[in-house]
């Protein structure tokens, strides 16, 4: 069977792993898959600038981000590949994060042609070198990685933008469903937490004339409809169990990694999405209130503590200065999902489904795709005698 009867739409297929044993084929060791064209995505930020490669072989498309660092001050890429790979060991159990393929060095000069001449860079895909942990630490600026791109997704932003100039009960509910698809999968990743999970780093797939059915299922299944899949983007600041860093945290700062945050899981910083929510009027203003409160103590000088008060300045902070630093507690992630259950409400489509994606808190995601038009199975006529 060929890839275009596997995987018709590629984005679609990256979306929910379909077809993932031939693009992993492709895009694991890029210098060899056949890269036929590049372009840049977005500008230059303070980390780095992107590429979209594009393979286009017998008329099929197939994408992947090219990340490439800016500087020494830049997110370290090596530490984002690191985390990459953990969230890999995911990918069969929830839709919410892309792959990370490869790791790579720039041969001296090919920075600066991929950077402000990539239309004229493709031969710098084959001189990409191998790197390594220690080559991160001394020439952090030359690390680019390989990611799976989801090819015309938005950012959550523009969903968001959206609903505060034209609100909707129609976007109201694809902005929950879309918050629903975030908040069932990070606590059920251990010791993760994003740490930038802002409207940014959440992007979005829109189906096209058509409609995404969802069944979550922990103690019982949550069903919805909506025409948004989520992905998580963006691992440079995400904390999660490892031992493969920089001997030094003095090796680790120099270079960009995230040091002296890598032991300290924040899942509560993740929790900026639900705060651009209530600002655009999707969610209701006592939506922290109403959440049962854990019994997480407030983790003192650490980056969760910034995120925290940064994320409930002004709106949540009359609960802070209730409770105080020491003794506080935060809403506790995995109640977002028991409150969002009460506020999405069925919704249907004048569309056909696109497919059905089943997630379970403790089993391998499975997708149902509708059979094609003459699929079914002709009984047999019994022959007369």
């Known amino acids: 069977m060929s890839i275009q009867q596997i995987c018709p739409v590629s984005g679609e297929c990256v979306l929910f792993g379909r077809g993932e044993e031939v693009f992993q084929s492709w895009f694991q060791d890029i210098r060899k898959a056949g890269i036929t064209s590049i372009r840049p995505i977005g500008g230059v930020s303070k980390n780095g600038f992107v590429r979209e490669l594009k393979r286009s072989v017998g008329g099929y498309d197939s994408y992947v981000v090219l990340k490439s660092n800016l500087d020494r001050t830049s997110d370290n890429l090596y530490y984002e590949w690191l985390v990459g790979q953990y969230l890999n060991t995911f990918m069969y159990r929830f839709p919410l994060f892309v792959k990370t393929y490869g790791v790579y060095e720039y041969a001296p000069g090919d920075k600066k042609l991929m950077q402000y001449h990539p239309a004229d860079a493709l031969p710098v895909i084959a001189r990409l070198r191998n790197t390594s942990v220690e080559r991160s630490i001394s020439v952090p600026e030359n690390i680019c990685i390989v990611v799976q791109q989801v090819h015309k997704a938005i950012p959550f932003q523009q969903l968001i ?176 999902i028991n409150k969002l259950e009460k506020l999405i409400q069925p919704r249907t489509y004048a569309f056909p489904r696109a497919c059905t994606i089943h997630v379970d808190a403790e089993a391998p995601m499975r997708v149902d795709w509708p059979k094609a038009a003459g699929t079914r199975r002709r009984r047999k006529r019994k022959t007369r005698r």
Not at 239 to 252: A, F, G, R, S, V
Not at 258 to 265: A, C, G, S
Not at 300 to 329: H, P, Q
């Open 161 to 336: 933008n959206l609903h505060k100039r034209e609100p909707s009960e129609e976007l109201k509910h694809e902005i929950l469903c879309v918050l629903y698809q975030v908040y069932f999968v990070l606590p059920l990743i251990p010791g993760f937490s994003h740490n930038d999970l802002h409207d940014t780093n959440l992007i979005l797939t829109f189906a096209e004339n058509k409609y995404y059915e969802y069944k979550y299922t922990r103690e019982h299944t949550f069903s919805f409809h909506n025409r948004y899949a989520a992905k998580a983007i963006d691992y440079g600041r995400c904390i999660y169990p490892t031992d493969q860093l920089p001997e030094t945290k003095k090796e680790q700062q120099n270079a960009g990694y995230p040091w002296e945050y890598v032991d300290t899981p924040c899942k509560e910083s993740d929790m900026k999405l639900i705060k651009y929510c209530i600002d655009c009027g999707a969610l209701p203003i006592n939506f922290f209130d109403t959440l049962q409160q854990s019994h997480a103590s407030w983790v003192e000088d650490s980056l969760c503590e910034d995120s925290i008060i940064d994320m409930n300045r002004g709106l949540y902070a009359k609960y802070l200065s209730t409770v105080g630093k020491s003794k506080g507690t935060y809403p506790d992630i995995r109640d977002i």
